[in-house]
């Protein structure tokens, strides 16, 4: 009985010694492996290229010119670093925000032509270069906003139903972006301010237009142009993130220019006075007198006896007198600013007929009888 505890006494000791003898040749195989990395090359601050990879939808392009993370010494392969920059003088290092430097937004550069009226509404784009997770540290985008002046004198935007901003681009979908024009001076100079965020919380994603304006032409002087300013911090345009922090960008101003036919002012002068001959006037008056007169007389005696004497006088007067005259009007222009015509009609006055004396009739005479003579005795 006692040998046998002593077996199983020295069985457990050689299997521990074994473990430990095991354990130790592992130890040293795995500390083996390990070699000591490479001198680190030169530290450069940008990268010559960085390749990012993604599906096609999310349309991620090649970015050059893109800070690469500092090498660590020591490691190889390199441990990871923090995403953002450090805050020096805190231990442990404080993270920074990001500013959003690899992101830069434009204000429109265009023409407006005096051909187009000033009623007309003109679409212009704000443009973005490629917003992503690589561009924002990882972080999502859902708002925006900002202030910028422009020359009242030359354009302004539309204070109307549906307002100077709209959702395009990469806020066409579920976003609500908004603006108000503020009469900020100095002079002609107004400021659109614009607000801009996510319904849904959905971050932006993309490159191209974040947004549109609509504008409207004021001047009509080829050459004329608007400068398009983004205001300096607190009212310069800024993205903010779903933990509401808020991230600079690049900023590009714009510009707008006047083109077209220049129309000249007229320059009133004293008008030169010119004569115009008016038709001429003619005037015909016509007068006609007809003067007829006509006497008869017809005396007739008849007496039948035995003496007859038969008298018969007649007298005739006929006379005809026809005047016309025609008269000939002269008409006299006076091109004293506007033409006077005087007509001076001659007209020849109708001749009165002529008196016309009849001729007398004879007076009727009856012839007296002569009684016959008779015979003596009866």
């Known amino acids: 009985m006692k040998k046998r505890q002593n077996n199983s006494a020295r069985a457990s000791a050689l299997q521990i010694t074994l473990s430990v003898a095991l354990l130790s040749i592992a130890a040293i195989l795995f500390a083996s492996s390990f070699r000591a990395a490479a001198p680190a090359p ?41 995403k953002t920059p450090q805050q020096p ?11 959003g430097f690899l992101i830069t937004v434009s204000l429109p550069i265009a023409t407006f032509d005096t051909s187009v009226p000033a ?26 906003q900002g202030d910028f002046l422009f020359d009242s004198a030359v354009v302004t935007f539309l204070t109307s139903s549906p ?3 709209q959702g395009a681009g990469l806020t066409g979908v579920n976003w609500n972006v908004s603006g108000n024009v503020l009469n900020s001076g100095p002079g002609t100079m107004k400021t659109l301010r614009i607000s801009a965020f996510s319904n849904d919380f959905t971050p932006l994603n993309g490159m191209g237009t974040l947004f549109n304006v609509r504008m409207l032409r004021v001047s009509s002087t080829p050459g004329a142009t608007s400068a398009l300013v983004w205001k300096p911090a607190p009212d310069n345009f800024i993205f903010i993130d ?19 036919v220049s129309t000249p002012t007229p320059t009133p002068s004293s008008p030169t006075p010119t004569a115009t001959t008016a038709p001429t006037a003619t005037a015909t008056a016509t007068a006609t007198a007809t003067a007829t007169a006509t006497a008869a007389a017809s005396p007739t005696a008849t007496a039948t006896a035995t003496a ?21 009007a002269t008409a006299t222009a006076s091109p004293v600013g506007s033409p006077h015509v005087t007509p001076t009609p001659h007209v020849t006055p109708s001749p009165h007929p002529p008196h016309v004396t009849p001729t007398p009739t004879p007076p009727h005479v009856s012839p007296t009888p002569m009684e ?3 015979q003596p005795g009866s």
């Open 89 to 99: 003088g805190f231990f442990p290092p404080l993270p920074q925000a990001p500013e």
């Open 42 to 82: 030169p530290f450069r601050a940008l990268s010559d290229v960085v390749a990012t990879t993604a599906p096609a939808s999310q349309n991620f392009v090649l970015a050059a010119n893109v800070p690469a993370a500092p090498p660590q010494e020591g490691f190889f392969p390199p441990l990871p670093v923090a």
């Open 242 to 260: 779903d933990n509401l922090d808020t991230h600079t960008p690049n900023q590009t101003n714009g510009l707008i220019t006047i083109t077209g």
């Open 308 to 328: 007859t004497a038969t008298a018969t006088a007649t007298a005739t007067a006929t006379a005809t007198a026809t005047a016309t005259a025609t008269p000939t």
């Open 119 to 144: 009623s007309t509404v003109i679409i212009e784009p704000v443009m973005t270069t490629l917003i992503d997770p690589t561009t924002t540290a990882g972080l999502n985008y859902v708002g925006f």
């Open 163 to 165: 307002g100077p901003t």
């Open 372 to 374: 016959p003579k008779g």
